[in-house]
């Protein structure tokens, strides 16, 4: 069986991006150059350069990443794989998806390359859809509970003075850690 390279691209980024590394490196062949240069160009990552290790070509990605880390939110980069090679996905120009409005992208391999679905419209071509990819931001918000309610709900005082209802979600659902009125928390607030 082969292997998937743009998954593997998409999975190396992905985990670079969530563990805050400044830098990953990815095997180079023609399409993961194309998309690294898709991605550059549309300012998901801020640079790249090509690296030879005993003749064998890498790509350096460095990642794009708040300079202030102590910030009351973070950005995080979600690319998502959608055909792969057990199921090919494609769609002709007029039916490729916008990802959150236009906020988001998607590239394609078409009969001129590989593209960004704005570059696929302009020239009326469709192609198989590789993958998606957009940011999202999300705030960080911390409190005090002030109200303990079912299904894991429960009602958080944040330090602005704000009341928000919040869930338990995650590893303290998973190890059933009981959350009492009283705790201070912190609580995530995507705006999508």
């Not at 960004?116 to 409190?143: S, V």
């Not at 330090?159 to 009492?180: A, P, Q, W």
Request: hydrophobic fraction near 35%; charged fraction near 30%.
């Amino acid at each position: 069986m082969g292997r998937d390279t743009i998954a593997d691209i998409i999975t190396s980024i992905r985990n670079a991006d969530m563990d805050r590394k400044v830098t990953v490196r990815i095997a180079s062949t023609n399409i993961t150059e194309n998309i690294v240069k898709i991605l550059l160009r549309e300012g998901f990552i801020e640079n790249v350069r090509k690296h030879q290790e005993s003749n064998k070509y890498f790509l350096v990605l460095t990642l794009r990443h708040r300079r202030n880390r102590k910030g009351a939110y973070r950005t995080i980069l979600n690319l998502k794989r959608i055909s792969r090679p057990g199921l090919r996905i494609y769609s002709n120009y007029q039916r490729i998806p916008r990802i959150l409005g236009g906020m988001g992208i998607v590239i394609l391999s078409t009969s001129r390359g590989i593209m960004t679905d704005r570059e696929a419209r302009l020239e009326r071509i469709g192609g198989e859809i590789l993958c998606y990819i957009w940011k999202e931001q999300k705030w960080i918000h911390e409190g005090l509970i002030t109200e303990s309610l079912p299904n894991g709900m429960f009602r958080v005082r944040l330090d602005n003075e704000n009341m928000i209802l919040g869930y338990v979600s995650g590893k303290i659902r998973r190890s059933f850690i009981r959350i009492l009125p009283g705790d201070r928390v912190k609580i995530e607030d995507s705006n999508n």
